[in-house]
């Protein structure tokens, strides 16, 4: 080998001793800096099931994706159901061998994002990975819970009518075990089932709504034919939306099993239209969602009428008695501890008084309670004077003519809750 030959070769060895410690560096800090899809795990369940398996029955979970449950903007608050569903996966995924999950919004708003995902291992998998396989399901199917949950709906409005019928002609496709579960608030704002302007308390009501469901044909009695169905979370919406109390949570889940056991063959059976809660979950987290505003129905918030029999006011006065002041604060810090839309006190006056003078008074009175109570820290009041009451609420016939009059001189203070208790 000449002179040259050695020091090209020389020089070719010294550049590979250089350069390649270089690449394989890069090569894996780019390595080190990828994060892999920690779901990938959970990729063999979205592939069709294989001949040998055994796929009996199917289950379809449905997300409500709307502002009223998901919040409108990423600080709203929105309700998380993808952890605590996890826990609940193997009992509604029990006896199907296949799922599909969906989010929806208002008509004709519904996406799948995952269609036909097997629940159970293959027949082909080992001993092994028939365990872990099994031991993946609800964690997996609970994931693609939090994929919905981030779907941004297309328009605003929730009409779960719709997209429970949507769901029943997937499950109608399916043979065996046949169940559907439902994740909502159930505060539905459009289609046969719309609540805004709800009193959510009347039972005539429940009946007036299913009945106008089966007139325009939005829900029959074979809608949910053959279908194990479960109502979960109906009430609980974004802690900046309206919240329904105790009270009114009951009602929207008895209007929502009337309305499932109507779309149920008689006679029902007794698993069919289950309606329950999740654990307490934590605020929604990802990526922020624009979600279109919905047109939320308004909770008829508490009213406090008590303030009419501890006499506020003596006969023909706005002056507050004294003995009316620890009703006030006791009404004021319940207030603060509320997000609440409006606060709206109405004075009254009782019929003794010259019609002139009425209006004038009734307002005083109600601009005096007004004044306290923004005095002890409650926002967003207004005052209006209603003149002569109607009558005592709630009198009974063994009060006193002057029990009467105390009643009758009296303020009613409505709340327009916003949000839950802080």
């Not at 009223?68 to 509604?92: I, L, T």
């Not at 029999?309 to 207030?335: G, K, Q, Y």
Request: glycine share 8%.
């Amino acid at each position: 080998m000449n002179t040259r030959s050695a020091a090209r070769k020389h020089g070719q060895a010294a550049w590979a001793l250089t350069v390649l410690p270089v690449l394989l560096a890069g090569l894996l800090t780019g390595c080190a800096d990828q994060d892999p899809d920690p779901w990938a795990r959970c990729n063999w369940m979205s592939k069709p099931p294989d001949s040998g398996a055994r796929r009996t029955g199917h289950t379809a979970i449905l997300v409500d994706v709307t502002a009223s449950v998901r919040g409108p903007k990423a600080e709203s608050g929105g309700v998380d159901q993808s952890e605590p569903a996890a826990q609940y996966m193997k009992k509604w995924l029990s006896g199907t061998g296949t799922m599909s999950v969906a989010a929806f919004g208002g008509t004709d708003d519904i996406r799948w994002v995952a269609e036909n995902w097997a629940t159970g291992p293959s027949a082909k998998d080992n001993e092994e990975n028939r365990k872990r396989r099994a031991e993946m399901v609800s964690e997996c199917a609970a994931h693609q819970v939090a994929e919905a949950q981030s779907v941004a709906p297309q328009s605003g409005g929730t009409d779960v009518l719709d997209a429970v019928r949507e769901a029943a002609v997937t499950l109608a496709e399916h043979k065996g075990t046949r169940r559907l579960v439902v994740l909502t608030d159930g505060l539905a704002t459009t289609g046969c089932a719309d609540l805004r302007g709800s009193t959510f308390k009347d039972p005539l009501e429940i009946d007036a709504i299913a009945q106008r469901c089966q007139d325009d044909q939005e829900l029959s009695s074979g809608t949910l034919a053959l279908i194990d169905t479960v109502l979960v979370d109906l009430g609980r919406s974004a802690r900046d939306q309206p919240q329904a109390n105790a009270a009114q949570t009951d009602w929207i889940g008895k209007l929502w099993k009337r309305l499932c056991q109507t779309a149920h063959p008689k006679p029902a059976r007794r698993e069919d239209c289950a309606v329950t809660a999740l654990p307490s979950t934590a605020p929604l987290g990802g990526e922020p969602v624009a979600r279109p505003d919905d047109p939320a129905p308004v909770f008829p918030g508490r009213t406090y009428t008590r303030a009419g029999a501890n006499a506020f006011f003596s006969p023909n006065s706005s002056a507050l008695l004294d003995n009316a002041l620890p009703e006030i604060t006791r009404i004021a810090v319940e207030l603060r501890n509320l997000d609440v839309a409006q606060v709206r006190v109405f004075g009254y006056v009782d019929p003794r008084g010259g019609s002139a003078n009425n209006r004038s008074l009734s307002q005083a009175r109600a601009d005096a309670v007004k004044s306290k109570l923004e005095e002890l820290g409650v926002k967003k009041v207004t005052a209006t004077g209603k003149g002569v009451a109607d009558g005592c609420p709630k009198a009974e016939t063994r009060l006193s003519t002057e029990q009467k009059l105390r009643c009758d001189r009296r303020v009613d203070i409505l709340v327009d809750q916003v949000g839950r208790d802080r």
